[in-house]
Structure formats: C-alpha cells, structure tokens
C-alpha cells in the first residue's frame, strides 16, 4: 500500500517542484530587467525552461545531495588525471596550432604578456583546442543551480549574465553548451567572467569566446592578467626535494627565494642551471603527492593558474602542456601514488584535523595542499611515517584516534 501510495504521490511532487521552479525563473525577472535584460528576451529564453535534477552540487529536499559525475582534479591520482598519452597528444596539436594561429598568439602575447603556450593549453586542456562539445545547455544549468544548488546566489546571478549575453548578441541561445558547472566557450569561462575578462580580439564588435579563436584566447589570456600574471616569469620549477624535506612546508603561506630553496638541499631536475634573478624569485613548496612523486617549486604565476581552476592537478596539467609544446621533455620522476581516498574518508580525515586545530579550511573530501600539510602536522604529532599523503594507513590512525 505504501509503495502504490508513493507511486501516486511521485507525480504529483515533481510536478511541484517543477512549478516552483517555474515561480522561482519568474521572480528573477526584476533582477534580470535592472541587468539590461530585455522582456522579450527573458521570455523568449525562459519559455518552457526545465530544471535539471541530475547535475551534480545540488540540494533536493528529501534526496541524498547530488556527486556525479565529480571533476576530474579532485578524484583521481596524478598518473590517471596528468597522463602521459594525453600530454602528448595535445602537445602535438598545441605545436600545430602555435604555426596555425601564429600571428594571432604572438599579438596576444605582445599585448597581455602570457606566453603563447600557456593560453593554447588552457584551451586544450578545457575543451580540446574546441574539438571537445561540452554536453549541457548552460542556460538550464545555471537556472537549475541557481534553483537548488550549493552556490544559489552566485549562480543567480550568473543565470541573469547568460540572459544578457544571449539578449546581447554574442552568442545563440543554442549555441551557449556548458559543463555541469555552467562554464561556457572555448576555454570555458562563466558569464560573469566573461563581462569581467571578455576581449573582442578580432575586431568584429562582438565578444565571442564560442568560435572566435582570437576574442577566446585573448580572453584567457586577459583572465590570467586580471589575476595577476607577471610577464617573464615560469609557472614552476620541477626540482628533487632532499631526504629530510619538511613536507608540512607545502602550503602557499611558506614562501622562500628559490635560492633559499636550493640552498636546504632542492635540486633542479636535469641539471638545470637558474640565474641569479630566478633564485631571487619567491616560490612555494608543492609535493603533489607528499614525499612521492614530483616535487616543484610553485611562482605566483603558478597560483595565477590556480585561480582559472582551483585545482593543483589543472595547474600542473596546463603548465606541463604549456612546456611541452616547445620541449619533449616529461617530467622527470614518474608519480606513484596508484589510488586516490574516497570523497568521505577524506572528509573524515578533515573534520578530526579540524578538531585538532591542525587543519583550517573546508571540509570538501578534496586532499589539497592544505590538507596534505595538515596531515604531515598529525602524523609528526601521532609518530607516523612523515609523507603529507592521505592513505588508508593515516585513516586508520585517526579512525583509531577518535
């Protein structure tokens, strides 16, 4: 009797939820109006919009908060997020594409300072080099986030951006595709990025970061400059980190001149040789996975990157990318972590650092730079093995603490 009560009710609710939906879009309107938003295009685009009760990031009263599909950054172990197959692949077509768009690249280097190699991985890396067609009407994703999901006012507002740009003229309601997160063009970029960031490279009087190449580099690149991108300087230096390295040291607050750095016993790979002025440059410690793996010494245009996604794998994709399409070299140790934590025990991990006062930011199951060092805190604290790595033997550890 329950369940034939249920299914009669099921109906019933999500034509509810889709009529609140539907009140929610329309209450937007005086918001949308102040934006410059004309009334035929409000209706026009609004007209028979649906929410998308599948994306990720969303809560739905009564339902188990949404989690897939997860980025990429956050879920997966170097090797599997930086592989080497894919590196090589998009530096290949990143050297094709440097010749193809040459005179384009060298007057946006000239202008905003950001190499050339840079912007091309950024757009390989976000929708490769715009062979890749992101799947979602961002239209319906921003609505829906802006309806039920984690960040309801930044993506109201974002909702009402979209509206603008599409009443504008830089782009067709059909053509705005997203990701689940509403980033939108070829090298991905949220509505209001694009009125922040926005360059119309080409000429033609239109932003079009869709299928202008020039406007949707140029754009990047006035991103990377808006954040604080310093002409000249290398996103990071891959270096052997000495026996006795403090790992906890790896979060962005302990800055050093790479001199310093090399002088407690860093060594660059390869045998490269840094002048005078790249050692007097302030860098951060980075062991993406603790002791293991690659060891980099991170420059703020390292942390410029990070701001174009918040993620130390994105930053590590793009840079590598950028180098490689003018040298074949990979990096020079190999990564060896083989699994990466589930999302929950990595939260449980945070919150117990959390009580103990050695771990200071979101409880989000991410293992940043943060929680990294926050673990190689508990693990000097409890006499573990020193590795700033979140393994099953740490979880059992602090399992065991509670």
């Known amino acids: 009797m329950a369940i034939f009560l249920l299914l009669l009710l099921a109906p019933h609710a999500a034509i509810a939820a889709d009529a609140g939906f539907t009140q929610f879009i329309a209450s937007l309107w005086p918001e949308a109006r102040a934006t410059g938003v004309s009334r035929a295009t409000f209706d026009a685009v609004t007209k028979g919009l649906e929410p998308d009760y599948k994306l ?45 768009h040459r005179q384009t690249l060298n007057g946006i280097e000239q ?22 067609r992101l799947p979602y009407d961002a239209v319906r994703v921003l609505a829906t986030q802006a309806y039920v999901g984690r960040r309801k006012d930044q993506y109201r ?67 990377l400059v808006n954040k604080g991108w310093q002409p000249g300087l290398r996103w990071a230096y891959e270096v052997r980190a000495p026996a006795n390295a403090d790992c906890t040291q790896g979060v962005p607050e302990v800055t050093k001149p790479i001199g310093q750095w090399l002088r ?61 399409i003018t040298s074949p070299q990979p990096f020079a140790a190999k990564w060896s972590a083989s699994n990466q934590l589930r999302t929950s025990d990595v939260e449980t991990m945070q919150r117990y650092l959390t009580r103990l006062g050695l771990y200071a930011d979101k409880v989000d199951g991410k293992a940043g730079m943060q929680t990294r060092a926050a673990l190689g805190a508990f693990q000097k604290s409890a006499k573990l093995k020193l590795d700033c790595w979140p393994s099953e033997t740490v979880l059992s550890a602090i399992r065991t603490a509670r």
């Open 157 to 223: 507002t974002e909702f009402i951006l979209a509206l603008k740009i599409i009443g504008e003229g830089d782009v067709a309601r059909k053509d705005m595709r997203s990701s689940w997160a509403g980033a939108t063009g070829l090298t991905q970029f949220l509505p209001s990025e694009f009125y922040k960031h926005g360059v119309d490279f080409d000429g033609d009087g239109h932003v079009n970061i869709w299928t202008s190449v020039p406007d949707a580099l140029a754009s990047a690149a006035q991103q």
């Open 111 to 132: 202008r905003f300072g950001v190499p050339a190699t840079v912007i091309l991985a950024i757009w390989g890396r976000e929708t490769d080099y715009g062979r890749y």
């Open 264 to 324: 407690e016993g860093f060594v660059p790979v390869r045998g490269e040789r840094l002048s005078a002025a790249e050692q007097a440059q302030p860098a951060s410690l980075l062991q993406p996975e603790g002791i293991y793996g690659p060891a980099f010494l991170t420059t703020k245009n390292y942390f410029v990157i990070k701001e174009y996604n918040f993620s130390d794998l994105y930053v590590l994709f793009v840079g590598h990318l950028s180098d490689r």
């Open 56 to 100: 990720p990031d969303l809560l739905l009263p009564g339902r188990p908060a949404t989690g897939a599909p997860s980025q990429a950054e956050f879920v997966q172990v170097p090797a599997d997020y930086i592989k080497e197959a894919s590196i090589a692949r998009l530096a290949a077509e990143g050297q094709r594409l440097l010749q193809t």
